[in-house]
T-cell receptor, first 113, second 114 residues
Framework: GENVEQHPSTLSVQEGDSAVIKCTYSDSASNYFPWYKQELGKGPQLIIDIRSNVGEKKDQRIAVTLNKTAKHFSLHITETQPEDSAVYFCAALYSGGYQKVTFGTGTKLQVIP | DGGITQSPKYLFRKEGQNVTLSCEQNLNHDAMYWYRQDPGQGLRLIYYSQIVNDFQKGDIAEGYSVSREKKESFPLTVTSAQKNPTAFYLC?????????????FGQGTRLTVV
């Protein structure tokens, strides 16, 4: 089955700086890589995703990059703001099939004002 | 609005008691999942179900049980065999077979043993 590793487990940045979270996956068949943000006491919500036929995707201050050869993908947040403080999870799966979604272990991001 | 609903939001259990957490979705999703989250920790898979009347153990199934009698419902029972049940429980669902299989999460149930 799929195995997803996520680093770092905690990350502190100054407001306005960039934050990068990295994930690696093991199953070369995985073709869909979503990222979720979880605020305190709430369920995770999708913030951005990328499919395997794309190397980079951007949505305002958030971008995700994918390297299929190396089997790793990263979340980039630029110009961080205090409201970006949350736990972020990556995931990997083969979409279009019947494989369960596998999550990374999470990164707690703290943006210091 | 379509979504996934967990209830109750807070639940207190006495030692030796079984409790059931509810998860309902109206998204017509085939697959449903239960995760446990401890403070400062990631998501650990308890059980998942890819189709009605079928479910599979996840990584930490001991002390838990589930049923999937209806597509929209996937209740989780925390039995007395679970020795450390205090945690935040999250239910999720996915629409298998789609190109972008986004997972939708409920708002969670916080279970506390008293």
């Amino acid at each position: 089955g799929e195995n997803v590793e996520q680093h770092p487990s905690t990350l502190s940045v100054q407001e306005g700086d960039s934050a990068v979270i990295k994930c690696t996956y093991s199953d070369s068949a995985s073709n869909y890589f979503p990222w979720y943000k979880q605020e305190l006491g709430k369920g995770p919500q999708l913030i951005i995703d990328i499919r395997s036929n794309v190397g980079e995707k951007k949505d305002q201050r958030i971008a995700v990059t994918l390297n299929k050869t190396a089997k790793h993908f990263s979340l980039h947040i630029t110009e961080t703001q205090p409201e970006d403080s949350a736990v972020y999870f990556c995931a990997a799966l083969y979409s279009g099939g019947y494989q369960k979604v596998t999550f990374g272990t999470g990164t707690k991001l703290q943006v210091i004002p | 609005d379509g979504g996934i609903t967990q209830s109750p939001k807070y639940l207190f259990r006495k030692e030796g008691q079984n409790v059931t957490l509810s998860c309902e979705q109206n998204l017509n999703h085939d697959a449903m999942y239960w995760y446990r989250q401890d403070p400062g920790q990631g998501l650990r898979l308890i059980y998942y179900s890819q189709i009605v009347n079928d479910f599979q153990k996840g990584d930490i199934a001991e002390g838990y049980s589930v049923s999937r009698e209806k597509k929209e419902s996937f209740p989780l029972t925390v039995t007395s065999a679970q020795k450390n049940p205090t945690a935040f429980y999250l239910c999720a669902s996915t629409d298998q077979g789609r190109l972008n299989t986004e997972a939708f999460f409920g708002q969670g149930t916080r279970l506390t043993v008293v």
